[in-house]
């Protein structure tokens, strides 16, 4: 599975919605404390890329060093229409300064925050993240596609995702044919389901044989996932 500091640089890196919380600033305009832009730079700091007029700009602008607390608050939402669509949510502490050294369009200023601490809270479990391993560590692959994936999946394989409850043999809920299936999420070791059925909706996990670093392996991999659960479908039915 990925650790949980490789799923938080997921979440910062991907498209998960994100709002910067400075103590003490007015929150009348919320959408200038969104950043236009996030990028982890080679020391795991976070920079924001901020319209030139925002508050969090003007008080980082002002502030001295290491004085600034700020948060960056980011909700993860399942890019597919399914019941209970928030996936994670995550939480990143530090110290808010401008970060002159890196430049930005017109208009626009990078700011840093350095990181302090972490706290993550998704479908794998919550947990802190300690800022070394959130530095050390690498966003999934797949996240630049994972939107477009699944919503592809669900369109136009909603019977194949359906298959995959038959090798759920553990799942209660699968000892029937779902009433629903819809791809939840993906990274490069598997894909996560979100089935209902008779006895409620539940999740169910399918790993890939061995991660997956592109769209070929990707493709093989579902294949291959599609091949075994149309094969224990049948297998189901025969009986």
């Not at 924001?48 to 502030?63: C, I, Y």
């Amino acid at each position: 599975m990925p650790s949980a500091a490789e799923r938080t640089r997921t979440l910062v890196q991907g498209t998960a919605s994100a709002v910067l919380v400075v103590p003490g600033l007015p929150a009348d305009r919320p959408e200038s404390m969104i950043p236009l832009e996030r990028i982890v730079g080679t020391d795991g700091d976070l920079f924001l890329l901020f319209p030139a007029d925002s508050p969090a700009v003007r008080a980082a602008t002002h502030a001295e060093a290491d004085e600034l607390t700020a948060v960056l608050e980011i909700t993860d939402v399942a890019p597919v229409a399914v019941r209970e669509r928030i996936r994670g949510r995550a939480r990143i502490a530090g110290w808010l300064t401008a970060a002159r050294e890196l430049p930005a369009p017109a208009g626009r200023v990078r700011l840093r925050l350095e990181v302090g601490e972490a706290f993550l809270d998704d479908l794998w479990g919550a947990g802190r993240v300690e800022p070394d391993d959130f530095a050390a560590a690498e966003a999934d692959p797949l996240i630049a596609h994972e939107a477009e994936l699944l919503q592809h999946l669900a369109a136009s394989h909603a019977d194949q995702v359906a298959w995959l409850c038959a090798l759920a043999a553990d799942a209660s809920g699968c000892r029937r044919a779902p009433t629903g299936a819809v791809p939840l999420a993906l990274d490069r070791f598997g894909l996560r389901v979100r089935f209902t059925g008779a006895e409620g909706t539940f999740d169910a996990r399918f790993e890939f044989p061995e991660p997956v670093r592109g769209h070929q392996e990707l493709h093989r991999a579902m294949h291959a996932l599609f091949d075994a659960a149309e094969e224990a479908a049948a297998g189901r039915q025969d009986r």
